[in-house]
């Protein structure tokens, strides 16, 4: 089973900056794509960034230029730098990580941190 430990929400001014982390523990033979998704109250949970185990990002086109995503490897995190926040980025963000235990797949969902951006 992969445990996944997330942290770094909070509150922010608008043009201010939050750094997501998220650690995945367990027994763990090899991770691929690992990925920051939000929900927004009444909204659909959505795709913010994924990183695929080759390097290749994708980010939603409302966050490009706005936010950076990365992980390493050995420590088996994956970190979400989210800089000149808006409002709009008020939502709960989770953390996917995708990957194989043995020959057995998992797909597996962090908690989820809040990040609220308000005066």
């Known amino acids: 089973q992969v445990h996944l430990a997330e942290s770094g929400g909070g509150l922010v001014q608008p043009g201010g900056s939050l750094r997501l982390s998220c650690a995945a523990s367990g027994s763990i033979f090899r991770i691929n794509d690992m990925g920051w998704y939000r929900q927004a109250p009444g909204k659909e949970r959505e795709l913010v960034a994924i990183i695929r185990s080759g390097g290749r990002i994708t980010y939603v086109d409302s966050v490009k230029g706005r936010f950076t995503i990365s992980r390493d490897n050995a420590k088996n995190t994956v970190y979400l730098q989210m800089d000149t926040l808006k409002p709009e980025d008020t939502a709960v963000y989770y953390c996917?990580?995708?990957?194989?235990?043995?020959?057995?797949?998992?797909?597996?969902w962090g908690q989820g941190t809040q990040v609220t951006v308000s005066p």
């Open positions: 996917n990580v995708a990957g194989r235990i043995g020959l057995t797949s998992f797909d597996s």
